[in-house]
């Protein structure tokens, strides 16, 4: 039971450290240059950065690798609902009466529906990365966990 609590508190730090960014720059709207920068760079970073910090505190040394992975799968599971309530400035229709059932239909098949709406949304370059950086991160801390186990 306490393994599922811990991964179940990576899942939710990885879609808010990663989505609440991406949603701002989204609503903030600024300069088509400088919006596919920040959402590419900036917003990886920052999930970099509180991994980074995270690693380091005692309730996560013990999930080394599962913690980076859970928050990747939070960031991906998590990312059509982002992503949709991040367009509702630029004319996003989440709100609207039928929309939520949608949405629904569509997280289920997250994979597929975080590529195609990350693309349009202008955070596919971001999802690459922090999937990327994450997947690395829990290989080191596997290699890492096994070589101090020996």
């Not at 990576?10 to 989204?26: E, H, K, R, S």
């Not at 596919?36 to 995270?54: D, H, S």
């Not at 609207?96 to 709406?117: D, H, K, R």
Request: zero cysteines; charged letters at 15%; proline letters at 6%.
């Amino acid at each position: 039971m306490d393994r599922i609590k811990h991964y179940s508190l990576y899942f939710i730090v990885g879609a808010i450290v990663y989505w609440v960014p991406d949603i701002l720059i989204q609503w903030i709207r600024p300069p088509h240059k400088i919006w596919i920068i920040l959402l590419t760079f900036l917003v990886p970073f920052i999930v970099g950065a509180v991994w980074f910090q995270l690693r380091k505190k005692e309730k996560y040394k013990k999930y080394r690798i599962g913690f980076p992975l859970f928050m990747l799968l939070g960031i991906w599971v998590i990312a059509p609902l982002a992503i949709a309530v991040g367009m509702i400035p630029a004319g996003g229709k989440f709100f609207e009466p039928g929309q939520i059932e949608n949405m629904l239909s569509i997280m289920v098949y997250f994979p597929m529906a975080t590529i195609s709406m990350s693309t349009y949304s202008g955070s596919l370059g971001g999802v690459g990365l922090v999937t990327l950086g994450l997947i690395v991160a829990s290989v080191v801390s596997g290699i890492r966990n096994y070589a101090s186990n020996k």
